[in-house]
């Protein structure tokens, strides 16, 4: 469907009032300091709103920034990278927020767009970005393709460090993700500076590819963790369904250790993944939603 902004106008109004009171608000403040580096939404499903009135959203429902969207359809196309993303920094920094990191296509220097993208990310102070996955051909031995992946990196690595950024590789479940079944991920990652790769952990997708043995992944990783990613799922007989943070399988347990032991400094990022980002008519929904799980992390994390 075509965007409508005055849908999108009204969205963001019933978002703003509905489900985020000055009792909430007050709280928070009042709360002493996170010892967790910035809270971040991710982007995709509030792409119908323009820079300035997704940096009102954050300052409402108590954001730090955002996980920007710098790919292809999303909030800046890589293309114009060097005009896009600085008038979305600048927006969000006019209401003292920030893009904390982004989600790219990139995964390789070879790609023509690799390079600007970075070089302008660096430029606007943006500290993190979230490559692109590599896949695996179930046709191939995999141990082969793991090396490939892993020179791969090896190049990104020297770029990240010459510009001062970091890759953010995250787990995702699936048949032919690298880095799905965490071990391959921990390959790649294991002899890398933290300060050029490093891993975002998703709860969500560990928790899908390794059911109760999440915890041996999680420990074997922590080391490497640069950003910690949460979102929530449950199991609809053989398929996996999004739900809200905090109501689904993802074990409270792991959370529960992360307030006791948190990672400090590192960005924390809310995927809300259950409502259909694609549909205009459910932007009310999405920004209601996204407020619901801004609550569900601070119970959970307590920030």
């Given at each position: 469907m075509?965007?409508?902004?005055?849908?999108?106008?009204?969205?963001?109004?019933?978002?703003?009032?509905?489900?985020?009171?000055?009792?909430?608000?007050?709280?928070?403040?009042?709360?002493?300091?996170?010892?967790?580096?910035?809270?971040?939404?991710?982007?995709?499903?509030?792409?119908?709103?323009?820079?300035?009135?997704?940096?009102?959203?954050?300052?409402?429902?108590?954001?730090?920034?955002?996980?920007?969207?710098?790919?292809?359809?999303?909030?800046?196309?890589?293309?114009?990278?060097?005009?896009?993303?600085?008038?979305?920094?600048?927006?969000?920094?006019?209401?003292?927020?920030?893009?904390?990191?982004?989600?790219?296509?990139?995964?390789?220097?070879?790609?023509?767009?690799?390079?600007?993208?970075?070089?302008?990310?660096?430029?606007?102070?943006?500290?993190?970005?979230?490559?692109?996955?590599?896949?695996?051909?179930?046709?191939?031995?995999?141990?082969?393709?793991?090396?490939?992946?892993?020179?791969?990196?090896?190049?990104?690595?020297?770029?990240?460090?010459?510009?001062?950024?970091?890759?953010?590789?995250?787990?995702?479940?699936?048949?032919?993700y690298c880095g799905a079944g965490l071990w391959d991920l921990y390959r790649i990652a294991a002899d890398q500076p933290k300060e050029q790769l490093a891993v975002a952990f998703d709860i969500r997708h560990a928790t899908v590819e390794a059911g109760m043995s999440w915890p041996i992944h999680w420990s074997m990783l922590r080391e490497h963790v640069g950003a910690l990613y949460c979102k929530d799922f449950r199991w609809n007989e053989a398929k996996v369904e999004n739900v809200p943070l905090g109501s689904g399988l993802v074990a409270s347990s792991f959370y529960d250790s992360l307030r006791k032991d948190p990672i400090a400094g590192i960005p924390v990022s809310v995927h809300m993944e259950y409502i259909d980002h694609r549909d205009p008519q459910k932007a009310a929904q999405r920004i209601a939603a996204v407020a619901d799980d801004r609550r569900a992390i601070r119970r959970l994390l307590g920030i």
């Amino acid at each position: 469907m075509k965007y409508n902004r005055r849908v999108a106008m009204g969205a963001l109004a019933a978002g703003l009032t509905a489900r985020w009171t000055q009792a909430d608000e007050n709280k928070a403040s009042a709360d002493s300091p996170s010892p967790w580096g910035p809270l971040c939404v991710f982007a995709k499903p509030l792409q119908m709103l323009s820079f300035s009135e997704l940096a009102d959203l954050l300052v409402k429902q108590q954001w730090d920034g955002i996980e920007a969207t710098v790919r292809k359809g999303g909030q800046v196309e890589p293309a114009k990278v060097a005009d896009q993303l600085p008038k979305l920094v600048d927006a969000l920094a006019a209401k003292e927020k920030q893009v904390v990191l982004f989600a790219s296509d990139v995964n390789s220097v070879d790609q023509r767009l690799t390079e600007p993208t970075l070089r302008a990310a660096a430029k606007a102070g943006i500290r993190y970005y979230r490559m692109a996955y590599y896949r695996y051909d179930l046709d191939r031995p995999i141990l082969p393709q793991l090396e490939k992946f892993t020179r791969q990196v090896e190049q990104l690595v020297q770029l990240n460090r010459e510009l001062g950024i970091t890759a953010l590789y995250q787990n995702h479940a699936g048949t032919r993700y690298c880095g799905a079944g965490l071990w391959d991920l921990y390959r790649i990652a294991a002899d890398q500076p933290k300060e050029q790769l490093a891993v975002a952990f998703d709860i969500r997708h560990a928790t899908v590819e390794a059911g109760m043995s999440w915890p041996i992944h999680w420990s074997m990783l922590r080391e490497h963790v640069g950003a910690l990613y949460c979102k929530d799922f449950r199991w609809n007989e053989a398929k996996v369904e999004n739900v809200p943070l905090g109501s689904g399988l993802v074990a409270s347990s792991f959370y529960d250790s992360l307030r006791k032991d948190p990672i400090a400094g590192i960005p924390v990022s809310v995927h809300m993944e259950y409502i259909d980002h694609r549909d205009p008519q459910k932007a009310a929904q999405r920004i209601a939603a996204v407020a619901d799980d801004r609550r569900a992390i601070r119970r959970l994390l307590g920030i």
